[in-house]
T-cell receptor, first 114, second 113 residues
Framework: AQSVTQLGSHVSVSEGALVLLRCNYS??????LFWYVQYPNQGLQLLLK??????LVKGINGFEAEFKKSETSFHLTKPSAHMSDAAEYFC????????????FGTGTQLKVEL | DAGITQSPRHKVTETGTPVTLRCHQT?????MYWYRQDPGHGLRLIHY???????DKGEVSDGYSVSRSKTEDFLLTLESATSSQTSVYFC????????????FGDGTRLSIL
């Protein structure tokens, strides 16, 4: 079975600073990895996905993530935080043959301060 | 945005009453999912469907049942609601398995008193 660990349930950055949200996965087969963002009182919106092509994946709103197999990581980064990035971020993993079931991390709440 | 509508968006009910949540999609996607979201747990899969009348259990299926009689509709039923089922429920759809992402509805906030 696969699992996801998100280190840091709350992360605070200054506007303009680097955003780094950590995600480590566990899977016995090659995984598919996703980052989703959730704004208050809304559903989850796909930020980006890794599906075994390029290891550096670019997503919406200036976010990107790098798949590192040796570290079993898929950390999310953005060079310069904006106030509008304040939201909760979820990392998720699925595997082939699993009915496309997603296993989510517990989420990281990102706060952006002036 | 993917055409997913969840209804109702908010519901308050009492312990022991039956509750049905509806997810309606206009994308003709084969796969549909029900998750619950609770603080500290992220989203957890309740049930999913891989076609009309084809469903399977997820991680937290006890106390829930589902039905899918049409491609576009996926119903989640709490036969006898308990306070532990107070949560936000999300429906998701997916075109196929593996590399295709899931797309989520806006959620149903359910409170059981």
């Amino acid at each position: 079975a696969q699992s996801v660990t998100q280190l840091g349930s709350h992360v605070s950055v200054s506007e303009g600073a680097l955003v780094l949200l950590r995600c480590n996965y566990s899977s016995s087969v090659p995984p598919y990895l996703f980052w989703y963002v959730q704004y208050p009182n809304q559903g989850l919106q796909l930020l980006l996905k890794y599906t075994s092509a390029a290891t550096l994946v670019k997503g919406i709103n200036g976010f990107e993530a790098e798949f590192k197999k040796s570290e079993t990581s898929f950390h999310l980064t953005k060079p310069s935080a904006h106030m509008s990035d304040a939201a909760e971020y979820f990392c998720a993993v699925s595997v082939t043959g699993g009915g496309n079931k997603l296993t989510f991390g517990t989420g990281t709440q990102l706060k952006v301060e002036l | 945005d993917a055409g997913i509508t969840q209804s109702p968006r908010h519901k308050v009910t009492e312990t022991g009453t039956p509750v049905t949540l509806r997810c309606h999609q206009t994308e003709n996607h084969r796969y549909m999912y029900w998750y619950r979201q609770d603080p500290g747990h992220g989203l957890r899969l309740i049930h999913y469907s891989y076609g009309v009348k084809d469903t399977d259990k997820g991680e937290v299926s006890d106390g829930y049942s589902v039905s899918r009689s049409k491609t576009e509709d996926f119903l989640l039923t709490l036969e006898s609601a308990t306070s532990s089922q107070t949560s936000v429920y999300f429906c998701a759809i997916s075109e196929s398995v593996g590399r295709q992402p899931q797309h989520f509805g806006d959620g149903t906030r359910l409170s059981i008193l």
